[in-house]
């Protein structure tokens, strides 16, 4: 077990089997060292977790809870892309988060905390990234919260 | 003439013209063999084809066929920056697709598959991307669909 | 002083000293050559300016200038990660301008090109560079604009 596995396993993190997309693209392609990883969503085993949007039918509490979930689809992405060791991941470079919301609503950052507070619980200083948060009408499936990445392998 | 020339005539499609952006920018960038496509549209020779949003003024199949033009004029900004030569691509690596869309809209990923699909039918396999697909309130020139894109070259 | 720091001078601006992110992120990571910034908004000492949205609350003139704002916060971080010497930006790669606006605003790319213009006016052909422009219906803080960029350094 690597370090990060363990890293999981202390956190009472499982991450499930890799979503596959819901239409015609892949989950994430690896160009160099780089990996460029598709737009996840809080989607447990088929089943779309804290739908709506913030400012209206999801709380704060909740979208960051969306976000934080949405973030381990991300990593179970990722370590598929990372021939399934999770320890290779040189450094989380970008997420960019969606966030599903009313046009009154600017508070995008504490929500996609949840995601970026998870990268640097499991990676430590190698899971610090450029992020982007913004505001979005509407997401697919209705998620509240929407995470895509880029991140350098070893 | 090429392979991926010989697929676009079998699928009847002729590259136009690559547009010129709209404001104080370039189409492309390349940077090592990654090339960086800014955001297209479905416009054709001047005209905003299918503008509007979806869930009010643009039907799904509209909506799927903006993207496939739109997907139509990311490849001829590729072909320019391959020098001509579209069968130097070694991967489309990943898509943006923004959506023009009421709040309640949550079919984004119908819609950019008309790009994904087109990709995949130009390229096969290398045609494969990562993908986000979000919805928007507006985008330039009202157009219902805008993509970007970053493409690998051999 | 170098060719990039007379320019800056001549354009009579003086980057500020870089904001720090308002949440568990950093504000750019370079990955080899490449440096990705996250999104910056139009924020002098702690103070967002021209907060709101275009086609309501912010004009047109002020959607640029909150724009070209945002830019030389955008060149406050990239000097940073240039190690304080911004003559070793090779090429500005891409921007990503997100506007606060209402479903019926269009313009963006006007909005953002208040940061694409300042781009070219600092860099030259190096700053010319690929960019998407979409509304979105809020940003964090109420910013009126947000933008992230990818740079390539020497």
């Known amino acids: 077990m690597n370090s990060i596995d363990e890293k999981l396993k202390t956190l009472g993190i499982v991450l499930p089997t890799p979503m596959k997309p819901v239409a015609n693209y892949v989950p994430w392609v690896k160009s160099g060292n780089m990996v460029y990883i598709s737009g996840q969503g809080a989607v447990v085993e088929g089943k779309v977790q804290y739908p709506g949007k913030l400012g209206v039918t999801v ?3 909740d979208g960051a809870q969306s976000a934080r979930l949405t973030c381990i689809n991300v990593l179970a992405q990722l370590r598929e892309a990372a021939d399934g060791d999770l320890s290779k991941v040189k450094r989380i470079v970008k997420l960019v988060g969606f966030v599903a919301c009313t046009p009154e609503f600017t508070d995008q950052p504490k ?3 949840g995601a970026s507070d998870l990268m640097v619980e ?6 610090r990234h450029a992020r982007s948060a913004v505001g979005v009408p509407s997401l ?11 991140v350098e392998l070893e």
Request: charged share 20%.
């Open 59 to 61: 709380s704060l509490e």
């Open 111 to 113: 929500v996609i905390n």
């Open 122 to 127: 499991v990676f430590g200083e190698k899971g």
């Open 140 to 150: 697919p499936m209705n998620l509240s919260v929407e995470i895509e990445a880029v």
